[in-house]
């Protein structure tokens, strides 16, 4: 029946990825053009902090023009119209990270209802000491005060930065229903009992040792990110027996466009992804994954791991306010596997000399608003110096800061080998 409804029905599964979005974005909304202007030291410090920040405002209609030309970076635009679903589709269109309140601003009450309702940080700056304070809707719901005429500049960056990290998708009214049908779909492919009734359409794979098995039980896993190195021509000539890779940066490039195992929390590559397993973080995560694909007859069987379950590591870490990027969760899951063999490619860390990713020179060679460079780092080091088996590297920065650390790898292979 499946297979019939495929091809009578359009199928998005082969579509071309949507182009890749590199801005996150950032609401200000303030009364005046003089709030706009005392506001301004603290927005451009996190411009430079967060380089992947687009600054959206909102402001008095007469101000602006004069906005526009004081603030040419930032995109000067009216609020959506305060209705929750337009001011959801205006949020997750723009990537929004959090929402500023500047001073006395008057926000609709379905406006901030939408912007709690989809998770995200409301803050409210106070940016003299001669002005008023927030208006009690707004100071009531603010997870964060700011008061720049308090503290310092840099204080203000990094508390600032800590609301932007902060993971909505885990807060979303929507992904926290109990009684959806997504939700039940999903309690249907986690109890002990419903397991086996709904395993031909919904896999749900929560140790090590299922996973290993789902997977063919690997000896060498090939744990491939989006940076640069991941095109090097010698990983060609390597041998593997399952591709792990991240969301679809890589469809449509000419090698390595067929993996075995996709992590990513992201709606858009869960419909696009055929034949994988998925790799996700988070309950709300897994309720995304039903909602994609549980129901739609055009979607495959879909079998899913929690990342967080077959590498505990990933949650007994330190983050602090951040989190990991979904390259940390493939490399934290394929040493948990624990393989005969590893190789370990494209992870750049952001600091790769030709850029963020291959062939892309508009996307600023830095790590997105919810992820910190050194704190990542440092979890990738560790989980590579905790696997036992014959470990190979390809990519400078990630190679020498292993070795830096005493790590020993396997031997690449030699020119000859790549010709």
Same mark, same amino acid.
């Not at 406006?111 to 940016?127: E, F, I, W």
């Not at 996973?211 to 060609?236: H, K, N, Q, W, Y």
């Not at 739609?296 to 077959?310: E, H, K, M, T, V």
């Not at 600091?351 to 600023?364: R, V």
């Given at each position: 029946?499946?297979?019939?409804? +495929? ?103 379905? =406006?901030? +209802? ?92 929560? =140790? ?20 640069? +190195? ?23 490039? +000419? ?36 909602? =994609? ?69 508009? =996307? ?32 400078d920065t990630l190679r020498a800061a292993f070795e830096a650390r005493g790590g020993r790898l396997g031997r690449l292979p030699s020119g000859d080998d790549a010709?």
């Amino acid at each position: 029946m499946t297979g019939l409804l +495929s091809k009578l029905l359009p199928s998005r599964a082969d579509a071309a990825p949507k182009p890749f979005v590199r801005d996150y974005g950032v609401w200000v909304l303030g009364g005046s053009a003089e709030a706009f202007e005392a506001a301004a030291p603290l927005i451009e410090a996190a411009l430079v902090a967060q380089p992947r920040l687009k600054i959206y405002v909102t402001g008095p209609k007469a101000a602006a023009e004069a906005l526009t030309r004081r603030f040419p970076r930032y995109v000067v635009r009216d609020a959506p119209p305060a209705f929750g679903l337009l001011v959801r589709r205006f949020l997750a269109a723009t990537r929004m990270r959090c929402v500023i309140a500047l001073d006395d601003v008057d926000v609709p009450a379905a =406006t901030l +209802s939408g912007v709690l309702g989809y998770g995200l940080a409301l803050v409210s700056l106070r940016t003299s000491p001669g002005a008023a304070a927030a208006k009690p809707d707004i100071a009531g719901e603010a997870l964060l005060k700011l008061d720049l005429s308090r503290g310092s500049m840099d204080e203000a960056v990094a508390e600032l930065g800590k609301a932007i990290a902060r993971d909505h998708k885990l807060l979303r009214a929507t992904d926290r229903r109990r009684f959806t049908p997504s939700a039940l779909a999903l309690a249907a492919a986690t109890g002990a009992k419903s397991r086996a009734l709904v395993d031909w359409r919904l896999k749900r794979l929560v =140790t090590p040792q299922e996973l290993f098995a789902e997977l063919g039980r690997p000896e060498t896993v090939f744990c491939l990110g989006t940076g640069p +190195s991941s095109e090097d021509p010698i990983l060609r000539t390597m041998a593997y027996d399952v591709l792990f890779r991240v969301n679809r940066k890589w469809a449509g490039r +000419s090698h390595f466009t067929k993996p075995d195992m996709v992590f990513t929390a992201r709606q858009s590559v869960m419909v696009a992804t055929e034949g994988a397993v998925f790799g996700v973080r988070s309950h709300a995560s897994e309720v995304r994954l039903m909602r =994609t694909r549980a129901f739609d007859p055009r979607r495959g069987r879909s079998a899913f791991a929690r990342a967080d379950l077959i590498a505990p590591a990933l949650v007994d870490y330190d983050w602090g306010a951040f989190r990991p990027t979904n390259g940390a969760a493939m490399l934290a899951v394929s040493v948990a596997l624990a393989p005969k063999r590893l190789i370990v490619a494209g992870i750049d860390m952001y600091s790769h000399p030709d850029g963020a990713y291959p062939g892309d020179a508009a =996307t600023p060679n830095a790590f997105a608003p919810a992820h910190d460079a050194e704190t990542e780092r440092e979890f990738l080091l560790q989980r590579l110096e905790s696997y036992a088996g014959e470990l190979v590297i390809v990519g400078d920065t990630l190679r020498a800061a292993f070795e830096a650390r005493g790590g020993r790898l396997g031997r690449l292979p030699s020119g000859d080998d790549a010709a």
